[in-house]
């Protein structure tokens, strides 16, 4: 059968690389800086109950069917959903949803660097000592000069962007390892180091609170955005994981790997939340402020404490390391593709990748300062406009491509993925490249990539449409 396939781009040294590579995906932006701001929007508890469900009852089946399609057809997602299904005598165009899937990763991949860029910004903005002795009003004014500014984030969108794409057309073996064995445990104890901070503000309690509890009712207002966010922090639903799954080596057990990587994700984003919003209280910010949240409540803190300027530095050079690897991940899986396809030299592929996705991304710069009137999908007073200049309702273009990729193209790109595994590929062909040793486990992992993930998708967006 089709077990011993090769990789054309070359393959992970052993299962801790592709454990590092997974985990640098999933860990970035989404569970620091977009996780936060997101409970703060969403009202706290009923948001991270609801993301966490997500997480164990979609989000864990979709990645396991990912890594499962990339390993067995160990090709780019396109030509892997071709392959095998082709195999099992099926159509080819299930490929479709994977190319859709990739596609997707060049649109989340371009806002992503313009964030990825802040951090970089705050790297040197927090070793300068802008921050010492700040005031609450201050961090806030910092971040919105700076968002204010278009060509001072295009700068750092172009440097973030650049970084990205010259690793990736090295390939993603080169570097990865070296740098993530390192950087990601620490990024790890920086992090504990913060919630250790947020534990003498006084507001820790509080900060759990807003965390953990809830009102029913506020259940369904952040259904759509929980379920959508889950599959963006485990990076699932377009590709890349699926691309990583691809270089993974036959040995290594699939289920019992992203099962660890899901968990460790998950944890990074509740410590994340755990440490930010004591500061958020103490300092009497808003937990709604939205995406600057991260980027004037750690500078805050970093502000008015002892080493902070040391810390801050050391902090953001690590949120941009996470950023960095997940951005990769995003730009991964169609490079891959493209080199299959066309066997155009790697590196040119990725020059024109990245270009696209680098000119995308200046709509989201513009949309923080000369683009903030322009607003699509408006709904005011009964009328609806597709676009209109300076309505007060609306998404603006970031807003748009944030709505469009994480609420619409990742859930549909999951149900693709694990339809794909639990019906077209079939119990015995899942069974021999899970290796889940226990019968029950294998069933109850298997019933939950069949029914429950791809169920649990279209409840969801059911809910939303009928709300
Ligand atoms: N998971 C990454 C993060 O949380 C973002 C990402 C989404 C990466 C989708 C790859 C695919 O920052």
């Known amino acids: 059968m089709s077990t011993d396939k090769v990789s054309v781009h070359g393959s992970w040294a052993s299962r801790w690389v592709f454990i590092l590579a997974a985990t640098g995906s999933a860990v970035g932006l989404g569970s620091i800086w977009k996780f936060p701001y997101m409970v703060g929007v969403y009202g706290g508890g009923a948001f991270v109950l609801v993301f966490l469900a997500c997480i164990a009852l ?13 390993r067995r ?8 959903l071709k392959v095998l299904a082709l195999e099992a005598g099926h159509s080819s165009k299930w490929s479709w949803g994977a190319f859709a899937g990739m596609i997707t990763a060049l649109l989340i991949l371009s806002f992503y660097s313009v964030v990825g860029g ?29 968002i204010a500014d278009p ?14 794409a010259i690793t990736i057309a090295k390939g993603v073996n080169a570097g990865l390892e070296r740098s993530l064995r390192i950087l990601m ?35 369904l207002d952040g259904l759509l955005p929980a379920m959508g966010h889950a599959f963006f922090s485990l990076s699932v639903g377009v590709g890349s994981i699926m691309i990583y799954g691809a270089y993974m080596t036959k040995e290594a057990s699939i289920s019992a790997t992203v099962v660890g990587v899901a968990l460790l994700d998950t944890f990074v984003s509740l410590l994340a939340g755990l440490a930010l919003f004591p500061i958020v209280f103490a300092a009497g910010l808003n937990p709604s402020e939205g995406p600057g949240l991260m980027f004037v409540t750690l500078p805050y803190a970093f502000g008015n404490v002892a080493f902070g300027t040391v810390m801050g530095v050391v902090f953001f050079i690590l949120v941009a390391v996470a950023a960095w690897s997940s951005a990769i991940s995003l730009l991964e899986p169609m490079v891959a593709y493209l080199v299959e396809r066309t066997k155009v030299r790697r590196g040119w592929v990725t020059f024109w990748l990245s270009f696209i996705c680098w000119f995308v991304g200046l709509g989201t710069v513009f949309s923080f300062n000369i683009w903030k009137q322009a607003k699509f999908f408006v709904n005011e007073g009964g009328a609806f406009h597709l676009y209109q200049w300076g309505a007060t309702a609306g998404l603006d273009f970031f807003g748009v491509i944030d709505f469009f990729t994480s609420r619409i193209m990742l859930p549909l790109g999951g149900l693709c993925f694990v339809i ?18 226990s019968p029950v486990l294998f069933a109850l992992t298997f019933f939950l990539m069949r029914y429950v993930a791809p169920i649990g998708i279209l409840i969801v967006f059911a809910a939303q449409l009928w709300k």
């Not at 794909?420 to 290796?435: C, I, K, N, Q, T």
Request: proline share 4%.
């Open 151 to 164: 060509w001072r984030l295009v700068a750092w969108h172009t440097l973030f962007m650049l970084l990205s």
């Open 58 to 70: 979609i989000g864990i089946p979709v990645m396991m069917a990912e890594t499962l399609i990339g």
């Open 420 to 437: 794909f595994a639990g019906w077209v590929m079939g119990r015995e062909a899942v069974r021999d490249e899970l290796s889940v040793r």
């Open 185 to 219: 445990p620490l990024l790890f104890v920086l992090i504990v180091i913060l919630l250790g901070y947020s534990l003498t503000t006084g507001h820790f309690m509080e900060g759990v609170h807003f965390m953990f509890d809830f009102t029913p009712e506020k259940l």
């Open 118 to 146: 802040w951090s970089l910004e705050y790297i040197i903005d927090v070793g300068k000592g802008d921050f010492q002795a700040v005031t609450p009003d201050g961090v806030g004014a910092f971040f919105g000069e700076l």
């Open 73 to 80: 057809a160990r090709q780019s997602p396109a030509n892997a």
